[in-house]
């Protein structure tokens, strides 16, 4: 669990961080915050402990209760430890007249968890979201920044194993990507 | 298939490079903008007839000359990319295939804007979309089309890419605009309008990616031919994201005016109901404008054919008509439950609902309740009617019009479809045979 | 100037000001119910939707009437605006429809509630809503807190006015408590219980229209009305130490400040609003600790007469009639 590792951001994500800042007039830095705690996720484990928020908030200079008032508006951000491999599955209108269940079903089924939930192994979280803007391809399910389109329960098994096998950490704002 | 002014040459491999896109005429447009005035520039939009692309249909050279200019201010624009409407997914195609026409038009409109300063809010989620974006625009530097006195016109622009983090209600401008601030989204309370304070307090225009990227080919071909396409005060072209039970869904590039009934069932657009199927209804302009059962999405109350135009959608007002909205195109078949639809949209608002108003923040979730309950076969008669009255309660009287856009879909339902209300009360579920499984796939 | 008419008063007011503020000034039934706009609070007002009004004519210049329903709190009068509030069978029945919606999680437990008596949303529920409630469903919870030592927070209660927040942010140098989460899980909170130690803390308190705040000291479980305000003032270096004290025999119950009219606090002789500091809310309970100035008067219904009641139920009867009409005609 992070809380016992030091909190602190690598070197590429200060840069990174730095550079994202500048983007905004004099003073108006904290207009960074929704970046910033996106790199936050990828760099403490998929999601954003109180520890992780308050860190968050010295590196901006701003109180601790304007992260936490933004981190939980906004639904990407995990205010709860996830699996390493977070599915998100739309759910949606559009989606859902293609089989959007269908699909939420089955990897509940095989994965043996509900909506929500993280496996034993803490490798998969199944969580279900709004339009991806995807709806022309659906339905469909995100896992980091990767949008997997025009599902089959096939389609369901292969991608779900190819994780399995790799075993890494998939976060929206993909760790490197955070090197440039 | 009309004219492509945004989606040509999408098949040209390296056309998301600078040096692709720039083999195609990429630029150009640029190149010849910079040699005119900004308020020409402006003026040429006004000509062209183009109305904004995000759902409200608001003419954008209008909106572009209500921009207050305060002296020794700066002005901002702001593209809205957050594309979330459920039905609409034309931004992303577009941003994704096609990145640098949305930055020759950000460059384009910045300067007939006077802003020096521009920003992309892509929403979060679209992440991958976002490096693209920044990286065409790290080209874009490269080749001096942004950065300091651009192609030697003395007009200098720094153009940034955002990303929201999960909140449909982010699309509404003002909400936008408190999001890049760094805050929760809630949509401010107007008036002031973000023509006279709009981002950190300066006059701020926000517009749509395919009203932004239109500009290109208005500069192009003129605004007067860009006018010429289209019927009456519906100019140019439009992109329609086609979704659900259709043969061949995805984004169509249509010339307005094209009849509801082509656009539906010729082999050009959607290739007609999938299965064989017969059209049960459609929802035109994305999730939150009212659903129009077959009969009058594709003819008028007045038996005339619908047309895919602002005005021709919206023939007949909220009775009979509906919007063009954002062109998300949901078309469902014989064997979809209406009712069933309008609870998963009414989860859909009573999840997103930003939660600063009365109106909005309970009677989303009331509705919503009311759904679920009466798809478990528990709804009383009188269930329909306190859903007419809620939602009657809420449309009109929020800070923001999410509030309509909530109210909407589910008074539509009721207007057209109260049969299936009444089924689902009378036996506890519908006669309609609902089939919302992956195509032919019968078991899990 | 501007001349503005509501519900057929005409008055004159300087540019910039609000209708509720107009309709303030004219006093009477006339005048908006606001339940989150508090007018020495910025940016306050436009969240709870109380104070809807119909602007029938936008003004001399532009007649046109404003095609939606305004906010009285933040909408501003232009020079031959006119309004209709309880004229308007539009209004009536928009404004029940809040009511309804502000009821719709609350409790409803004002027999156990502290605020009860000086309550704005059991005032508005008795002038303003429907008889009865048409919901069945659980209500929403959220477990009760603490805001520091001090202050209990009873979320359940909540409305969402946004004014202690408003207090937090333009009162108290560091913030730390704030809104999270979003819609209908939107909640008043410190996400990790943070104390609030900063010395106008308190003044939530005074401006939470309902009992979601209150104060811990508040020595014992007693009515409001039962107890005996008294003004009473002290010298502090922090406050203007001007207050209302509640008392029962000797004893000093609680501290709060001095509430006007529309139940705002009141403003000190230098025009300033009379904010009090913690010590003087908190820490002083003895009548020795105070100088008595007097009984305090309080004057529940001067916004809400009972001949205002009766008037708003039969426009009510009238609008439910026009309804059923309205309706069939829509079904048709
Ligand atoms: C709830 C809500 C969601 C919206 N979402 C979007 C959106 O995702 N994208 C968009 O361009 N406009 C959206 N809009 C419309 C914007 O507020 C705004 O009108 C638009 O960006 C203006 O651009 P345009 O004039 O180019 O259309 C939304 C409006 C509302 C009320
Ligand atoms: S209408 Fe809904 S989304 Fe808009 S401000 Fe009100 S609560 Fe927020
Ligand atoms: S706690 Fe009271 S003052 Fe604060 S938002 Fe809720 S109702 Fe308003
Ligand atoms: S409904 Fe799933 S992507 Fe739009
Ligand atoms: S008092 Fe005006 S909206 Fe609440």
């Known amino acids: 669990m992070a809380t016992n590792k030091e909190i602190k951001f690598s070197d590429d994500a200060l840069a990174l961080i730095e550079k994202i800042i500048k983007r905004y007039p004099e003073g108006k830095h904290k207009s960074a915050i929704l970046p910033i705690l996106h790199i936050a996720q990828a760099e403490f484990d998929g999601w954003l402990s109180p520890e992780v928020m308050d860190y968050v908030a010295s590196v901006l200079k701003i109180q601790p209760i304007e992260v936490y008032e933004v981190a939980t508006f906004y639904t990407m951000f995990n205010l709860k430890p996830v699996g390493k491999c977070l599915i998100e599955v739309c759910h949606t209108g559009p989606c859902w007249l293609m089989g959007a269940e269908d699909v939420v079903r089955y990897i509940e089924k095989k994965l043996g968890i509900k909506n929500g939930e993280t496996t034993a192994d803490g490798m998969f979280t199944l969580k279900t979201v709004e339009c991806l803007a995807s709806c022309g391809t659906a339905p469909m399910m995100q896992i980091g920044e990767t949008y997997h389109e025009n599902l089959t329960l096939e389609k369901v098994d292969t991608i779900l194993e190819e994780h399995r096998n790799a075993g890494v950490r998939r976060t929206h704002w993909e760790k490197e990507k955070i090197k440039s | 298939m009309g004219r492509q002014l945004l989606l040509d040459n999408l098949d040209k491999p390296g056309i998301n490079t600078l040096n692709g896109y720039q083999e195609t005429g990429g630029y150009e447009s640029l190149r010849k903008a910079l040699q005119m005035k900004p308020e020409d520039i402006v003026a040429e939009v006004q000509k062209s007839g183009l109305r904004g692309r995000g759902g409200a249909g608001f003419p954008t050279g209008m909106k572009w000359s209500f921009l207050a200019k305060p002296p020794g201010e700066p002005r901002y624009l702001i593209c809205n990319a957050d594309e979330s409407e459920p039905g609409t997914f034309k931004d992303r195609y577009l941003m994704q295939r096609k990145p640098h026409i949305l930055i020759e038009g950000m460059i384009i409109s910045s300067f007939a804007l006077g802003a020096n300063t521009s920003f992309i809010y892509i929403r979060g989620e679209m992440m991958y979309v976002y490096h693209i974006l920044q990286k065409a625009i790290d080209e874009a530097y490269a080749a001096g089309y942004l950065g300091k006195n651009i192609l030697g016109s003395g007009f200098d622009l720094d153009l940034h890419v955002h990303c929201g983090a999960g909140a449909y209600i982010c699309g509404e401008e003002t909400a936008l605009l408190e999001s890049l601030e760094g805050k929760r989204g809630n949509p401010r309370i107007k008036p002031p309008f973000p023509a006279v304070k709009g981002l950190w307090g300066c006059p701020t225009v926000v517009n749509n990616v395919e009203t932004i990227a239109a500009v290109v080919p208005i500069i192009r071909i003129t605004g007067e031919e860009y006018a010429k396409i289209g019927i009456g005060k519906s100019t140019g072209t439009k992109l329609i994201s086609a979704s659900g039970h259709i043969n061949k869904p995805g984004v169509y590039e249509i010339e307005l005016g094209v009849p509801v009934e082509e656009f539906i069932y010729s082999e050009q657009y959607c290739g007609g109901i999938r299965n064989g199927k017969k059209l049960k209804a459609v929802v035109a302009g994305g999730s939150s404008v009212p659903v129009l059962p077959a009969e009058l999405i594709l003819k008028t109350a007045n038996g005339e054919p619908r047309l895919m135009t602002?005005?021709?959608?919206?023939?007949?007002?909220?009775?009979?008509?509906?919007?063009?909205?954002?062109?998300?195109?949901?078309?469902?078949?014989?064997?979809?439950?209406?009712?069933?639809?309008?609870?998963?949209?009414?989860?859909?608002?009573?999840?997103?609902?930003?939660?600063?108003?009365?109106?909005?923040?309970?009677?989303?979730?009331?509705?919503?309740?009311?759904?679920?309950?009466?798809?478990?076969?528990?709804?009383?008669?009188?269930?329909?009617?306190?859903?007419?009255?809620?939602?009657?309660?809420?449309?009109?009287?929020?800070?923001?019009?999410?509030?309509?856009?909530?109210?909407?879909?589910?008074?539509?339902?009721?207007?057209?479809?109260?049969?299936?209300?009444?089924?689902?009360?009378?036996n506890g579920k519908s006669d309609v045979k609902h089939y919302y499984r992956i195509n032919n796939l019968q078991e899990i | 100037m501007a001349r503005v008419t509501i519900d057929g008063h005409t008055i004159e007011v300087p540019d910039g000001t609000t209708i509720v503020e107009a309709a303030r000034k004219i006093g009477g039934d006339i005048v908006p119910p606001t339940m989150c706009y508090y007018s020495t609070l910025k940016t306050s007002g436009g969240y709870c939707r109380t104070c809807l009004v119909k602007v029938t004519k936008g003004s001399d210049k532009d007649p046109r009437p404003m095609p939606k329903l305004v906010v009285g709190c933040r909408q501003t009068v232009m020079d031959g605006m006119e309004v209709q509030n309880i004229t308007s069978p539009e209004v009536l029945e928009a404004r029940e429809g809040v009511v309804e919606f502000l009821l719709l999680n609350h409790p409803l437990d004002c027999p156990v509630c502290d605020q009860a008596g000086e309550c704005d949303l059991q005032d508005l529920s008795y002038g303003h809503g429907d008889e009865g409630t048409r919901t069945e469903f659980r209500r929403r919870t959220f477990p009760m807190r603490n805001i520091g030592d001090k202050i209990k927070l009873h979320m359940n209660r909540c409305i969402m006015c946004y004014r202690c927040v408003k207090v937090a942010e333009q009162l108290c140098p560091e913030r730390v408590h704030g809104v999270l989460n979003r819609g209908w899980d939107a909640e008043i909170s410190t996400y990790i219980e943070k104390a609030i130690d900063n010395e106008w803390s308190g003044n939530m308190i005074d401006v939470c229209p309902v009992g979601a705040l209150t104060d811990k000291t508040f020595r014992f479980k007693s009515r409001v009305w039962f107890t005996k305000p008294l003004d009473a003032h002290r010298d502090c270096d922090v406050c203007c130490g001007r207050v209302a004290l509640w008392v029962s025999g000797d004893a000093v119950l609680r501290v709060t400040g001095r509430k006007g009219v529309y139940h705002e606090i009141e403003n000190t002789e230098d025009g300033k609003p009379g904010w009090i500091c913690n010590t003087c809310r908190f820490e002083k309970k003895n009548l020795s600790d105070w100088v008595i100035e007097g009984p305090r008067h309080i004057d529940r219904h001067s916004v809400i007469s009972q001949n205002h009641y009766e008037q708003l139920k039969q426009l009510k009867q009238d609008l439910s009639r026009q309804k059923l009409i309205g309706e069939k005609a829509h079904n048709n």
Request: aromatic share 12%; proline share 3%.
């Open chain 2, 310 to 426: 602002y005005e021709s959608l919206a023939e007949g007002g909220f009775a009979t008509g509906t919007m063009l909205g954002s062109g998300g195109f949901i078309v469902m078949d014989e064997d979809t439950s209406v009712v069933k639809n309008v609870w998963n949209f009414s989860r859909f608002y009573h999840h997103e609902s930003c939660g600063q108003c009365s109106p909005c923040r309970e009677g989303t979730g009331w509705m919503y309740k009311i759904l679920s309950r009466l798809l478990d076969g528990k709804g009383e008669t009188k269930d329909i009617d306190l859903l007419w009255d809620i939602q009657r309660k809420i449309e009109g009287k929020t800070i923001c019009p999410f509030g309509d856009a909530a109210a909407w879909p589910v008074a539509a339902a009721i207007r057209h479809f109260r049969s299936e209300f009444e089924q689902y009360i009378k």
